[in-house]
C-alpha cells in the first residue's frame, strides 16, 4: 500500500539536514506549514495578512511570526503564533520535521516546522491579523501553470525566483521559497517510496 503524504514527509524531514541561514543579525522567527487530507486531496493553510499588521501587509504567508522573550524556543513561537493568527491550538499540531530557514527581505531568519492537524478544523482566524483564510490544494503548486518566474534586481544584479498563482492570489518571497522547498522534499521522498 502507497504511503500517505505525511508518512513520506516524516521520512524525508527525518533522513535529511536542514539548511541554516548564518546572519546573526536577523530576527529570529518560526512558521508552521501545515498540510492536512480535505475533499479527497491534502492542502496546505496558507493566509492573507490584513493592513493592520507590521510586516508583509496584504501578503500571502504562512502561520508564524517573530520570536517573544517568553517562546522557550522556535517551536514554542511558531505553535504560539499559529494558535494567535488561526485558533489552531498547538495541541492539535502533530510536527513531521522543519525545512530549510529562510531570509526574509524584512531581516528576519524564519525556521519553518512542517506539521499536520486533525481536519475538518475550525479555524479561528485573528480579526486584527488575518484577512483571509487560504486552503490551497497540493496538486495546484505542483501544476505548471500555476508557476511564475519573477526576476527582479537586488543589489546591482537580476535575481530570479519562483512564484505561485492560486485563484486571484499570488505567493511571492519567502513563503514562496518555503513551498518550493517543501515541494522538493514531498517529490524527493515519493521518488525514494516508488523505488
Same mark, same amino acid.
Given at each position: 500500500? +502507497?504511503?500517505?503524504?505525511?508518512?513520506?514527509? =516524516?521520512k *524525508?524531514?527525518?533522513? @535529511?539536514?536542514?539548511?541554516?541561514?548564518?546572519? &546573526?543579525?536577523? =530576527?529570529?522567527?518560526? /512558521?508552521?506549514?501545515?498540510?492536512?487530507?480535505?475533499?479527497?486531496?491534502?492542502?496546505?493553510?496558507?493566509?492573507k @495578512?490584513?493592513?493592520? /499588521? $507590521?510586516?508583509?501587509?496584504?501578503?500571502?504567508?504562512?502561520?508564524?511570526?517573530?520570536?517573544?522573550?517568553?517562546? @522557550?524556543?522556535? #517551536?514554542d513561537? *511558531?505553535?504560539?503564533? !499559529? $494558535?494567535?493568527?488561526?485558533?489552531?491550538?498547538?495541541?492539535?499540531? &502533530?510536527?513531521?520535521?522543519e525545512?530549510?530557514? /529562510?531570509a526574509?527581505r524584512s =531581516?528576519?531568519?524564519?525556521? %519553518?516546522? %512542517?506539521? !499536520?492537524?486533525?481536519?475538518?478544523?475550525?479555524?479561528?482566524?485573528? +480579526?486584527?491579523?488575518? +484577512?483571509? %483564510?487560504?486552503?490551497v490544494p497540493? &496538486?495546484?503548486?505542483?501544476?505548471?501553470s500555476?508557476?511564475?518566474?519573477? !526576476? @527582479?534586481?537586488?543589489?546591482?544584479?537580476a /535575481? &530570479?525566483a519562483?512564484?505561485?498563482?492560486y485563484?486571484?492570489?499570488?505567493?511571492?518571497? *519567502? !513563503? +514562496? =521559497?518555503?513551498?518550493?522547498?517543501? #515541494?522538493? %522534499?514531498?517529490?524527493e521522498?515519493?521518488k525514494?517510496?516508488?523505488?
Open positions: 500500500m +502507497a504511503s500517505s503524504p505525511l508518512e513520506i514527509l =516524516r *524525508a524531514l527525518a533522513h @535529511r539536514t536542514k539548511r541554516e541561514v548564518g546572519d &546573526s543579525t536577523l =530576527r529570529p522567527a518560526a /512558521v508552521c506549514l501545515l498540510i492536512y487530507p480535505k475533499d479527497g486531496e491534502y492542502c496546505i493553510l496558507l493566509n @495578512r490584513s493592513e493592520q /499588521v $507590521e510586516h508583509h501587509k496584504g501578503e500571502i504567508s504562512l502561520p508564524g511570526g517573530a520570536k517573544d522573550p517568553e517562546d @522557550r524556543d522556535a #517551536l513561537t *511558531a505553535l504560539r503564533e !499559529t $494558535e494567535e493568527e488561526m485558533g489552531i491550538r498547538r495541541e492539535d499540531v &502533530s510536527i513531521l520535521g525545512l530549510d530557514e /529562510v526574509t =531581516r528576519f531568519k524564519m525556521q %519553518v516546522y %512542517v506539521g !499536520t492537524i486533525p481536519y475538518p478544523y475550525d479555524f479561528e482566524p485573528s +480579526a486584527v491579523e488575518i +484577512a483571509e %483564510v487560504l486552503e497540493i &496538486s495546484a503548486l505542483i501544476d505548471p500555476n508557476l511564475r518566474v519573477e !526576476t @527582479r534586481w537586488e543589489e546591482g544584479r /535575481v &530570479s519562483n512564484s505561485y498563482a485563484g486571484r492570489h499570488l505567493v511571492y518571497g *519567502a !513563503t +514562496a =521559497r518555503v513551498l518550493e522547498d517543501f #515541494l522538493g %522534499v514531498l517529490a521522498g515519493t525514494k517510496e516508488e523505488h
